[in-house]
T-cell receptor, first 117, second 109 residues
Framework: NAGVTQTPKFQVLKTGQSMTLQCAQD?????MSWYRQDPGMGLRLIHY???????DQGEVPNGYNVSRSTTEDFPLRLLSAAPSQTSVYFC????????????????FGEGSRLTVL | EDQVTQSPEALRLQEGESSSLNCSYT??????LFWYRQDPGKGPEFLFT?????EEKEKERLKATLTKKESFLHITAPKPEDSATYLC??????????WGAGTKLIIKP
């Protein structure tokens, strides 16, 4: 059971470099999202998608791009890395998102730790 | 401003010593309240969803309760393996989650 897979687990960038964090899920989930987690703060939503071809901004979208060309994949692109983007990034998915009712359970990947120098 | 506040920030208990974690929020008309567990170096893992004041959910040594303004996660006779950071979150008007900063729970044998 792969669940939600994130790559890479660790990455060090220099200011101004770009990169893509990969997220893939094998549960046929329609909803996928990206969060960042910083010390002493709650998880903050960056972008989310309710299905292939549909994306929307979360609380902290600036400096990040997403696309959703398939149900399985939801990559997060950092356009020009800044030290303020040093964080742990989590991808999460669910069958229908929270609007679908039920438990609303989100399945998380193990995280990608990014350091921007 | 919509906020979710968790207290305490950290809690150290002896094995078998029961206690409660608090999650409070400032918005009225709660759409849903969620509890997750996070182990070091891992992603959060779902525990409970509560939708209505008075609702309770249980799983092993954990019980979550909900009022109009706050939720409690009660831990009964905890074991060292219950050590983790416990996160709560509420659903906003866009059906997305607003998260608290978490309570780090340490259970000493």
């Amino acid at each position: 059971n792969a669940g939600v897979t994130q790559t890479p687990k660790f990455q060090v960038l220099k200011t101004g470099q770009s990169m893509t964090l990969q997220c893939a899920q094998d549960m046929n989930h329609e909803y996928m999202s990206w969060y960042r987690q910083d010390p002493g703060m709650g998880l903050r939503l960056i972008h989310y998608s309710v299905g292939a071809g549909i994306t929307d901004q979360g609380e902290v979208p600036n400096g990040y791009n997403v696309s959703r060309s398939t149900t399985e994949d939801f990559p997060l692109r950092l356009l020009s890395a800044a030290p303020s983007q040093t964080s742990v990034y989590f991808c999460a998915s669910s069958y229908s998102g929270l609007a679908g009712g039920g438990t609303g359970e989100l399945f998380f990947g193990e995280g990608s730790r990014l350091t921007v120098l | 401003e919509d906020q979710v506040t968790q207290s305490p920030e950290a809690l150290r208990l002896q094995e078998g010593e029961s206690s409660s974690l608090n999650c409070s929020y400032t918005v009225s008309g709660l759409r849903g309240l969620f509890w997750y567990r996070q182990d070091p170096g891992k992603g959060p893992e779902f525990l409970f969803t509560l939708y209505s004041a008075g609702e309770e959910k249980e799983k092993e040594r954990l019980k979550a309760t909900l009022t109009k303004k706050e939720s409690f996660l009660h831990i009964t006779a905890p074991k060292p393996e219950d050590s983790a950071t416990y996160l709560c979150a509420r659903m906003d008007s866009n059906y997305q989650l607003i998260w608290g900063a978490g309570t780090k729970l340490i259970i000493k044998p």
